[in-house]
């Protein structure tokens, strides 16, 4: 168990609704980071957020939103979907966020998204 | 783009067998990462390398930096059915606005 939850783990909807999945970051971990993993694509690093601010964007969609809330818990809110969208989608936290030092990410179980 | 590419794709051993999976850069890598993963699950950190030509091993799992810091291997010694699952190297670039790269993976099968 890395610490990292993540709700919901399974989530079907159809196509053109929205969605809204939530992180908690390990205890004491100010950094939270978004991936998504896809057969085809792999997985993908989507956003990072550092103690409630914005720090590296990848390859989000527009149609793809995140915010950090005040208690370091995050949420990654999709809209829109595509079934192209349906995919594992990863939460992952470290302790800090340096330009200069990596941090090891803790992964959480993860979302499975099924878009019908 | 960064990108990560790892060898080989997919492994079938004898258990007791010795195996290494690589991990190649095109660029410098500032902190490169090694995780395991069973299919659909999350992904267990294993090991974290940052200097060139670091060397860190955990019980039978041993993983090296270059010097150049551009390629990464992960060793592991006699291996056992509990190390079965897919093999993925992560990078970040630093510097560049903090892009996470991951490999494709390497899938391990470990025969009894």
């Known amino acids: 168990d890395s610490g990292v939850t993540q709700t919901p783990k399974h989530l079907i909807t159809a196509t053109g609704q929205r969605v809204t999945l939530r992180c908690s970051p390990r205890?004491?971990?100010?950094?939270v980071y978004w991936y998504q993993q896809s057969l085809d694509q792999g997985l993908q690093f989507l956003i990072q957020y550092y103690n409630g601010e914005e720090r590296a964007k990848g390859n989000i969609l527009e149609r793809f939103s995140a915010q950090q809330f005040p208690d370091l818990h995050s949420e990654l809110n999709l809209s829109s979907l595509e079934l192209g969208d349906s995919a594992l989608y990863f939460c992952?936290?470290?302790?800090?966020?340096?330009?200069?030092?990596?941090?090891?990410?803790?992964f959480g179980p993860g979302t499975r998204l099924t878009v019908t | 783009s960064q990108e990560l590419e790892q060898s080989p794709q997919s492994l079938i051993v004898q258990e007791g067998k010795n195996l290494t999976i690589n991990c190649t850069s095109s660029?410098?890598?500032?902190?490169l990462y090694w995780y395991k993963q069973k299919y659909g699950e999350g992904l267990i950190f294993l090991m974290m390398l940052q200097k060139g030509g670091e060397e860190k091993s955990h019980e039978k799992i041993t993983a090296k930096l270059d010097e150049k810091k551009q390629q990464s291997s992960l060793h592991i010694t006699a291996s056992q059915p509990s190390h079965a699952g897919i093999y993925l190297c992560g990078a970040d670039t630093l510097n560049t606005g903090n892009q996470f790269y991951f490999g494709t993976g390497t899938s391990l099968t470990v025969i009894p």
């Open positions: 205890s004491g971990d100010l950094s």
């Open positions: 992952a936290s470290s302790p800090r966020a340096s330009e200069l030092i990596s941090y090891e990410q803790y």
């Open positions: 660029k410098t890598l500032y902190g």
